[in-house]
């Protein structure tokens, strides 16, 4: 059976981000590129989410052992950052998957973000804007931390990045 980049696609579906675990690596936007060359070597080009990112080791592995599971002679992940990632990477499905667990999305945006994005935010939990932010800085450098003083839960949203 020949392994197709297509194929590559479709097993990367089945990579999840360490830190959310039911948001695949495709979903989350850092996978930018997919390529099968004429040796059958599956070459798969990632960039994190932000510099030094402690789970870019974890996900380089995780992608390595899901691919290697395909007919291919070998895998070789490149982490680039040629493609920067930004928030606008994260796919539609992404955004319901954050949302549904509880996380605020981030706006998509035209390049440029304003600070009051970071301040007017809609709880994930009642779509309250009634929210504050705690602080800037949650368990990893790409989360906030946000109460929402309506239905009164903590939350996390996940920073809009251009």
């Not at 948001?23 to 996978?31: K, T």
């Not at 870019?56 to 995780?62: G, I, Q």
Request: charged fraction near 20%.
């Amino acid at each position: 059976m020949t392994t197709t980049e297509h194929d590559i696609w479709q097993a990367l579906e089945d990579v999840m981000d360490p830190e959310i675990p039911r948001l695949s690596v495709v979903d989350l936007g850092v996978i930018t590129g997919v390529r099968l060359d004429d040796n059958n070597v599956a070459h798969v080009t990632m960039t994190p989410t932000f510099s030094g990112c402690p789970a870019l080791h974890v996900m380089s592995d995780d992608i390595r052992e899901r691919v290697k599971m395909l007919s291919v002679a070998d895998v070789v992940v490149h982490v680039s950052y040629e493609i920067p990632w930004n928030s606008n990477r994260i796919s539609e499905r992404g955004r319901g998957i954050l949302h549904e667990m509880g996380f605020a999305p981030p706006p998509k945006h035209d390049g440029y973000i304003k600070l009051d994005v970071l301040s007017d935010v809609a709880c994930p939990f009642c779509n309250s804007h009634n929210t504050t932010m705690q602080s800037p800085f949650g368990p990893t450098l790409c989360r906030s931390i946000h109460y929402c003083h309506s239905c009164q839960q903590a939350f996390e949203q996940f920073k809009p990045v251009a």
